[in-house]
């Protein structure tokens, strides 16, 4: 191609000439006004340009700006030691980063040149960011980790302790992987009779994660659905295995209230789930060994404590007898055999007594009874003597069926029949006016004159007080004394 007159050879710093030409952009021809364009249609061509120029372009640089917006899109702006360009990641882009970006992050961004014709500043549309010298996803994991951690997640205090002999048994994984054979091979090797509930999930892939937390949290919701839970997969890639370092499963098992059991991958494989949850296997395998042990074991075990607690209770046992013994020797229990048969013989001694003294009652009551009623017919009451043995009478009858039944019964009837006596008494006869009069020294009341002479003594008891008189005279009926 020949140069145009102007052009001129220009060599760069190795030698190698460089042809340099002047272009023109094909606007037109003819005068400034018939070669121009609209902004809209320059910044629409330019942006053309650029994308023929930069189709898909990678620039590293690092992020001294990031911004995202309420709309989801991420403004920023990545630089290096003598430039910086203004970059935009739209919000589709953005969910789909596995890890946050930060200030000061040096990244490898992949884009395309954009003018924004409402401003018509140039941008950087990025579709796509990745950490320099770290994968993306062992960045997300190392973030992930530094903030769960931080939150305390992963600390040995929340650990829960697995049940020694768990009666029901649950798994999370896959319903067609290798992981579930292996732990249902180990379980019915191991003890038989295990009851397993399987909570089937995808392990890795779109989805997977959602279904994971959920099955954690199922089993959480109805703790009777397992004792003890195990969250399975087989070995692979981190990409694989990136299900199990989602934040919504590594929380899930964080706040599991059953006791859960990771295995996850194989023994150098570590996912955050691993560190969230109360115990972590190596292998699926190995977790169902450390969910519960052989039955052969266990009955070993069974039997040699068994031996181990008849050797307590033997030396228990001898050294109670040889204590007891001691004590028997001991002066204060010398005597003790037969104070406790003088106690026992005092006992029946009184016990006999009591039976004797009830069984006496009824007849010391009957003695009482009969006293009482011969008291009653020497006061001379004449006007209440019929009422009172009618009283009488009717109070005997019932005191003497009555003392049959119960000698309590008796006793209140007696008391009864006391107070009845004492509304009865000639003292009260005594209040209204009347005298009893005795011959001095006697105790029978007189009740005849003629029974009396001139010049014997008397005694006059009044309500209040007694006098002492003579007779000085007398006077009977005619044909008497």
Not at 16 to 36: M, Q, V, W
Not at 156 to 184: C, E, F, Q, Y
Not at 195 to 204: A, F, G, K
């Amino acid at each position: 191609m020949p140069l145009p007159p102007r052009a001129r050879p220009f060599r760069s710093r190795r030698g190698a000439p460089l042809h340099l030409a002047e272009a023109t952009l094909p606007f037109g021809e003819g005068g400034p006004e018939a070669r121009s364009v609209t902004v809209s249609e320059f910044v629409a061509r330019l942006n053309g340009a650029l994308r023929a120029a930069f189709p898909d372009a990678w620039v590293k640089g690092e992020i001294s700006e990031w911004r995202v917006w309420s709309s989801g899109h991420a403004y920023f702006t990545m630089k290096d030691a003598s430039a910086s360009l203004a970059a935009v990641m739209w919000a589709d882009s953005l969910a789909r980063l596995p890890f946050r970006v930060e200030v000061g992050m040096e990244l490898l961004a992949r884009g395309r040149p954009d003018v924004w014709a409402k401003t018509g500043k140039l941008s950087f549309v990025v579709a796509e960011l990745q950490p320099v010298g770290i994968g993306a996803l062992q960045l997300a994991f190392e973030q992930l980790k530094a903030r769960l951690g931080a939150e305390g997640l992963f600390d040995a205090s929340r650990k829960k302790k697995l049940p020694l002999l768990p009666r029901r048994i649950g798994v999370v994984t896959s319903r067609h992987g290798a992981a579930l054979h292996d732990i249902l091979r180990v379980l019915s090797l191991r003890f038989p009779n295990a009851h397993v509930t399987v909570y089937p999930t995808r392990v890795q892939g779109e989805g997977a994660p959602e279904e994971i937390a959920a099955a954690v949290a199922a089993f959480s919701r109805v703790p009777s659905a397992a004792d003890v839970l195990i969250v399975a997969r087989g070995g692979g890639s981190k990409e694989d295995l990136a299900a199990f370092n989602d934040e919504r499963v590594v929380r899930a098992v964080a706040m599991s209230s059953v006791p859960t059991i990771s295995a996850v991958g194989h023994e150098v494989d570590v996912t955050l789930t691993d560190l969230a949850a109360d115990l972590r296997a190596a292998t699926p395998s190995q977790a169902a060994e450390l969910v519960i042990a052989r039955r052969e074991d266990f009955e070993n075990r069974l039997a040699a404590t068994a031996g181990d607690l008849r050797k307590i209770l033997r030396g228990r046992l001898a050294e109670a007898d040889g204590e007891l013994k001691g004590l028997l020797l001991a002066p204060g229990f010398a005597g003790f055999p037969s104070r406790v048969n003088a106690a026992e013989s005092r006992t029946h001694s009184a016990t006999a007594a009591l039976v004797s003294t009830f069984q006496a009652l009824p007849l010391a009551f009957g003695e009482r009874l009969a006293r009482t009623e011969e008291r009653l017919r020497a006061w001379p009451a004449r006007a209440a003597f019929p009422l009172l043995s009618k009283s009488t009478s009717q109070l005997a009858g019932t005191l003497a069926e009555r003392m049959k039944a119960r000698v309590a019964t008796a006793e209140a009837r007696f008391g009864a029949l006391a107070a009845s006596l004492e509304a009865l008494s000639p003292l009260r006869v005594l209040a209204r006016g009347y005298s009893v009069t005795f011959r001095d020294g006697e105790a029978a009341p007189l009740t005849d004159a003629a029974g009396v002479a001139e010049g014997d003594p008397l005694k006059i008891v009044l309500a209040r007080g007694e006098l002492r008189a003579r007779v000085t005279a007398r006077r009977v009926p005619d044909g008497e004394g």
